[in-house]
């Protein structure tokens, strides 16, 4: 017998999961690089800019398309293209310009030209609010330009809210994404790996504790979920200005809570699949809805107000929520208790069937 | 074959695994068919087969793996499914058939961490040595050689000093000279006093290893004893094989001086059991001669396991 003092199974089988994750490169480029990287780029296409200029392609034959383009030049925040009808239909569906004037030369009732003021005719997508947009500022600055007056004074006065900005929505909606993927793919796709090569096997004939290897998977996570929050909220601060501006205790227990929630979700998936294709199947199939309906990249608010209740009753736009409560809002961790308890109740139900369902073989 | 409840008692503290009328099915095939076996403290006990025989099965019952459908085990003195599991577990080594470790970990790691599942053992230094796989400490397992692979579960498998031993097939695939260190390792073992059951197709490593070996077929034992013994029943100095050109009757063969015993060996083969050589190979060529066959090839070696194999089963025990 070794005098040699034996470590904790615990200890033992969570420093296993740390270093199997730290030698893996590929695992650790998803954890951490590509985040930070996602939110460079949606950071910098979606940076605040001044409002842009519409674009706007100019058509049709005669001096009147020359005097259309001068009073355009003269309106402010509308850039006017000279173009040939085939280049502006290809400028227009590509997205290059948002609205098409076709100036057609006056007539008079004689049929001669004249110099009466020109007919025109805007082509524009109604399904693109920048084409919608780019008719009523081109329509009114022709108008105004040919001599319409205004009837009625109003100003304008720009507002600016703090954490309203796009960037503001998509840091917490970019914690909520890899907080989801890295406890789904970190535990999941272990676990299968681990039953396919037998391993969950050979563990589960030694005296080996079997909660203590479900319990080294979130304690590693823990330590993961730490470094990739704390990554996303510096990176968001310092690079675009983002900040916190509840508690970020707040923060760590939504965090938390939300990991521990996906980890259940991530067990339950691999509770029996023995191929990891089938695994990775399963988990896209889990992660994927999520994606698209939790408000990550924009606000569910754009979906129906009917499906509404079964959205927020969803895992993922439950933590988003909670986390822009606190983050965008500075609400108190009390007041996002309708997501903690979502989260809660997520995690719960598929910790107890997973455990249920689980196969060591 | 049934003893008396006290001489079952009294001999309890000897045996170190018991099983009867083990019946294990898969859907509607019968992996295991009703399978006896006892192994007595100290022993090597070997399960030989062909691949699909059951015998992975039956060690995976055995090791408290997989829930039997019929029968009974018993290890140490005491049955799965109880109080004593984890007591048990503390007290058997595994080697699986198959078992890929964590390719990252190191193989100190590995030994590391297998050992904190036990309350007691060896130390991993002590451990390494004993595969000797000291110079491979830091190495990550996915660097390993198929030989070093197989020492280092037998490591996790040692690490606990177990007193019964459980190897799966643990030579399969290596080079004779990994296949040698295995051995040794296994060898080691019994000298300090400990069990072994382990399965096999190699019919070499059944005869060095074991003190008695059980061959298996379709889920059953067929024949059991020492390798000597079954190798005596067949009753042969020496087998002869011999294949042939043209049509011959087993039956032309049967009853010449010298041969005890005629098998079938492939198409055109044909597999003696010979009592005296230089008696049965005169009435042999003089017998092809009589029945019009030309002899293409002849062979004479001393009878082995695989021998026993073929005469029981009429096959043989790898496909080739």
């Not at chain 1, 000279?82 to 502006?88: F, Y």
């Not at chain 2, 790691?109 to 830091?138: C, M």
């Not at chain 2, 280092?152 to 260190?181: I, M, N």
Request: with cysteine; charged share 20%; hydrophobic share 45%.
């Amino acid at each position: 017998m070794s005098s040699r003092r034996v470590s904790h199974p615990l200890f033992e089988l969570s420093l296993a999961r740390l270093r199997e994750f730290l030698r893996e490169p590929g695992a650790v480029f998803w954890t951490f690089g590509f985040p930070v990287l996602l939110a460079i780029g949606l950071g910098i296409a979606f940076r605040a800019k001044p409002p842009s200029q519409v674009r706007v392609a100019v058509v049709g034959q005669g001096a009147e398309v020359a005097r259309t383009v001068e009073r355009l030049e003269g309106a402010r925040g509308v850039k006017p293209l000279r173009l040939s009808s085939a280049e502006a239909a290809t400028a227009l569906r590509s997205g290059k310009v948002d609205l098409i004037v076709d100036v057609a030369p006056p007539r008079d009732p004689s049929g001669a030209a004249s110099h009466g003021p020109p007919r025109l005719i805007y082509r524009f997508d109604t399904l693109q609010p920048e084409s919608r947009y780019a008719r009523l500022l081109v329509d009114d600055a022709l108008q105004r330009a040919l001599g319409r007056r205004d009837v009625m004074k109003a100003d304008g006065r720009p507002v600016s809210a703090r954490g309203s900005r796009y960037i503001d929505f998509l840091i917490p909606g970019l914690i909520g994404l890899n907080v989801m993927g890295s406890s789904m793919w970190g535990i999941g796709y272990a676990v299968v790996l681990a039953r396919r090569r037998r391993l969950l096997k050979r563990l589960a004939a030694t005296p080996m504790r079997r909660s203590h290897y479900l319990l080294s998977f979130m304690f590693s996570r823990i330590v993961f979920l730490a470094a990739e929050v704390a990554l996303l909220v510096v990176f968001g601060w310092l690079a675009f200005g983002v900040a916190v501006r509840g508690s970020l205790l707040a923060v760590a227990v939504i965090a938390l809570l939300g990991s521990l929630c996906f980890m259940g979700l991530a067990l339950l998936v691999a509770a029996r699949p023995e191929s990891t294709e089938v695994a990775s199947g399963w988990m896209n199939a889990t992660m994927l809805p999520m994606w698209l309906l939790s408000g990550s990249f924009f606000s569910y608010e754009r979906f129906p107000e009917a499906v509404h209740p079964l959205l927020k009753a969803l895992p993922l736009t439950a933590f988003n929520d909670g986390l822009r409560a606190v983050i965008n809002d500075g609400a108190a961790l009390w007041h996002t208790w309708p997501s903690l308890a979502v989260l809660a109740a997520w995690g719960v139900g598929a910790f107890v069937l997973a455990l249920k369902l689980f196969r060591w073989q | 074959m049934t003893p008396t409840v006290a001489t079952a008692d009294a001999f309890a503290s000897d045996i170190a695994v018991r099983c009867v009328g083990l019946v294990k099915h898969y859907d509607d095939v019968k992996a295991v068919d009703g399978l006896d076996l006892e192994v007595r403290r100290g022993e090597c006990f070997g399960l030989l087969g062909p691949n699909g025989a059951g015998k992975t099965t039956t060690v995976e019952v055995l090791e408290g793996l997989i829930r039997p459908d019929g029968g009974t085990v018993e290890l140490l003195g005491h049955r799965w499914g109880g109080r004593h599991d984890q007591w048990l577990r503390e007290r058997i080594g595994i080697q699986l058939q198959q078992t890929d470790l964590a390719d990252k970990l190191t193989v100190e790691e590995t030994t590391g961490l297998f050992r904190s599942f036990y309350p007691r053992g060896r130390g991993v230094d002590e451990t390494l040595a004993l595969l000797g796989l000291e110079s491979k400490r830091e190495a990550r397992v996915h660097k390993l050689s198929g030989g070093q692979k197989q020492r280092l579960a037998l490591a996790c498998a040692l690490v606990s000093e177990p007193e019964l031993l459980f190897l799966d097939e643990p030579t399969t695939g290596l080079d004779p000279q990994a296949r040698h260190r295995i051995w040794d390792v296994v060898e080691t073992f019994r000298e300090g006093g400990g069990s072994v059951v382990l399965t096999t197709h190699y019919m070499e490593e059944a005869a060095l290893l074991c003190d008695r070996v059980a061959i298996v077929d379709l889920g059953r034992i067929i024949a059991e004893g020492s390798p000597d013994t079954l190798v005596a029943q067949l009753d042969a100095e020496q087998i002869v094989q011999l294949r042939v050109d043209g049509d011959l009757d087993e039956e032309a063969l049967r009853g010449l001086a010298g041969v005890t015993r005629v098998d079938r060996n492939g198409g055109d083969g044909f597999r003696l059991g010979v009592s005296a050589v230089g008696e049965a190979l005169p009435a042999i060529l003089g017998a092809l001669a009589a029945g019009g066959v030309t002899l293409e090839a002849m062979i004479t070696k001393q009878p082995g396991l695989e021998d026993v194999f073929i005469h029981l089963t009429g096959r043989r025990l790898r496909d080739e």
